[in-house]
């Protein structure tokens, strides 16, 4: 079974003004990160506006990233649905070459009970021939993922994690203290990372780790070996241009970070739209704050 541990990042897929897929964007971003304090690659998640984005164009953007990437660092990818027996019949047909490992979010927009949600991942890690991560994030699904059916999952062979984006550390604390020996668990939130490896988590899957990935590596690295001060320093340097990028929905703000430092377009599609110039504003200020370099 695959371990991952540190920092993994939700990479963007990087558009032109055109709103095409942004290639050479993309391969900076890629380089960019695997140059730097990034464990792992997620692929096609939804900072990646892979609901935006067509079969052809995500099955494009995983092998330009893998075929980039050339087994440098473990790749992740995200294959979710709410149709439980779309997303089966997906997977069995799926070329995982150079992939690791299935980020799966919890079925959105049905609601299903905990009971449809333990039989949902249990068929889909059955017929997947990579392990499984899951994905408990309530405020995109409509439903939480609660600590027992976590737990009841985490006993399947072929579930080795969760990226946990609830926002309640009581209910993460309950995984922690009762997951099986070898099962994952990561935060979902960049700003609860640090509370959470406090509290025995494995890393983090991050959105801001797409633009400053050495400061935010730093801290994860620090707090996994328990260098909590340093961490904790860190920690309190990044919450302002956390909290930022998320004022106007992701991935607007991450990139308009990364447009501000050269790394792609600050384009998104829609129903998304660009930062304002307020929030641009606001990143400025951070980013001068932390000392990065502007473009």
């Known amino acids: 079974m695959i371990s991952l541990n540190g920092l993994g990042v939700a990479m963007v897929t990087p558009f032109n003004k055109n709103g095409a897929v942004d290639y050479p964007a993309l391969q900076r971003n890629t380089e960019h990160l695997i140059n ?3 464990d792992f690659l997620v692929v096609l998640g939804t900072t990646a506006e892979t609901p935006t984005l067509s079969f052809e ?3 494009s953007v995983l092998d330009f990233i893998v075929e980039l990437n050339n087994k440098r660092l473990p790749v992740v990818v995200g294959l979710s649905s709410n149709n439980t027996k779309s997303l089966c019949e997906r997977i069995s047909e799926f070329d995982f070459k150079g992939v690791d490992a299935i ?16 039989e949902h991942f249990t068929k889909v ?13 309530p405020s995109r699904t409509g439903s939480n993922m609660k600590a027992s059916t976590t737990l009841e999952l985490a006993k399947h062979k072929n579930i080795f994690a969760i990226k946990e984006a609830s926002g309640d550390l009581g209910q993460v604390d309950k995984i922690l203290k009762s997951k099986p020996e070898g099962f994952q668990v990561f935060s979902g939130d960049d700003a609860l990372t640090l509370a959470m490896i406090s509290s025995g988590a494995d890393g983090v899957i991050s959105v801001i780790g797409n633009a400053l990935p050495k400061r935010f590596g730093s801290m994860v690295n620090q707090a996994l070996f328990g260098q ?3 961490s904790r320093e860190m920690h309190h340097k990044l919450c302002p241009i956390i909290d930022k990028i998320f004022e106007e929905g992701n991935p607007t703000g991450i990139k308009a970070v990364m447009d501000i430092i050269g790394l792609c377009e600050d384009s998104v599609r829609l129903p998304l739209v660009p930062a304002t110039k307020q929030l641009r504003d606001k990143l400025y200020s951070c980013l001068a704050d932390l000392d990065v370099e502007i473009a």
């Open 57 to 59: 164009e995500q099955r």
């Open 125 to 137: 890690a059955d017929v997947s021939p990579k392990p499984i991560l899951l994905y408990n994030v």
């Open 103 to 118: 980020l799966s979010a919890s079925p959105h927009y049905n609601k299903p009970s905990q009971r449809g949600i333990i």
């Open 228 to 230: 909590i001060i340093e």
């Open 36 to 38: 730097s304090d990034v």
